[in-house]
């Protein structure tokens, strides 16, 4: 789930900043301001439930264990990761992990972007972007708002749940079209050999004794 939202994120970029001041302190001035002006709006619209904190070297959004045991599926130790914002080389991101896998929301969140006439850069649920005025603030709250931490926690365990479906099926369909043994083979029938050709007879001699 988050390798795959996580794009084109280069793991070279990722801050060693424990808390999420001394990540922002770390950043260029304009950077920083990008930053903090999204965190504002997605702190506006997060349901209580969440948290942010650092989280794979960049600021998270989080369901912590108090809240989700489990924790994350391919990495329990990690809580439930929701949505992240970094500072990249070339751009800035803002992971919206809330939208994976979701057709019905993505969809929203497209359209609701292409109302504003910005464009959007977007690949699996990341959004790159270079200043913050690419960025529709209004969309985004709405985007936070629209997925509150129960719906987040039933569509995760849904996903969970037919994701392990799948994977058994997948295991049951390999055991089923396993070869059988090969059969012995049947006694070889007899090669009828032909017979074999007589020698064509020795030719006659041209001249005959007299």
């Known amino acids: 789930m988050i390798s795959k939202c996580l794009g084109?994120?280069?793991p070279g970029m990722q801050s060693k900043a424990s808390t999420v001041s001394e990540y922002l302190a770390s950043l260029p001035e304009d950077r920083r301001k990008a930053l903090n002006a999204l965190r504002k709006v997605i702190k506006a619209n997060l349901d209580k439930g969440f948290q942010e904190g650092?989280?794979?070297?960049?600021?998270?959004?989080?369901?912590?264990?108090?809240?989700?045991?489990?924790?994350?599926?391919?990495?329990?130790?990690q809580p439930l990761p929701f949505a992240g914002l970094a500072s990249q080389k070339n751009h800035m991101s803002l992971y919206l992990m809330?939208?994976?896998?979701?057709?019905?929301?993505?969809?929203?969140?497209?359209?609701?972007?292409?109302?504003?006439?910005?464009?959007?850069?977007?690949?699996?649920?990341?959004?790159?972007f270079k200043k913050i005025e690419d960025i529709p603030?209004?969309?985004?709250?709405?985007?936070?708002?629209?997925?509150t931490l129960k719906k987040f926690?039933?569509?995760?365990?849904?996903?969970?749940?037919?994701?392990?479906?799948?994977?058994?099926?997948k295991r049951a369909a390999k055991k089923t079209t396993k070869k059988a043994p090969a059969k012995k083979a049947s006694a070889k029938s007899k090669?009828?050999?032909?017979?074999?050709?007589k020698k064509k007879a020795a030719k006659k001699s041209t001249s005959r004794s007299s």
Not at 54 to 71: L, N, R
Not at 138 to 143: A, H, N, R, S, Y
Not at 191 to 197: E, F, G, N
């Open 137 to 147: 603030l209004d969309v985004v709250g709405k985007t936070f708002e629209r997925v």
């Open 8 to 10: 084109r994120y280069d």
């Open 153 to 169: 926690l039933k569509h995760y365990e849904e996903a969970i749940e037919t994701s392990n479906k799948r994977a058994s099926t």
């Open 191 to 197: 090669v009828v050999k032909k017979p074999a050709t």
């Open 98 to 128: 809330c939208i994976y896998g979701s057709e019905e929301h993505e969809a929203w969140f497209r359209a609701e972007w292409a109302k504003t006439g910005k464009k959007l850069d977007m690949g699996k649920a990341c959004v790159r």
């Open 54 to 77: 650092m989280q794979y070297g960049m600021i998270g959004y989080f369901v912590p264990h108090s809240v989700f045991p489990d924790g994350y599926h391919c990495d329990p130790k």
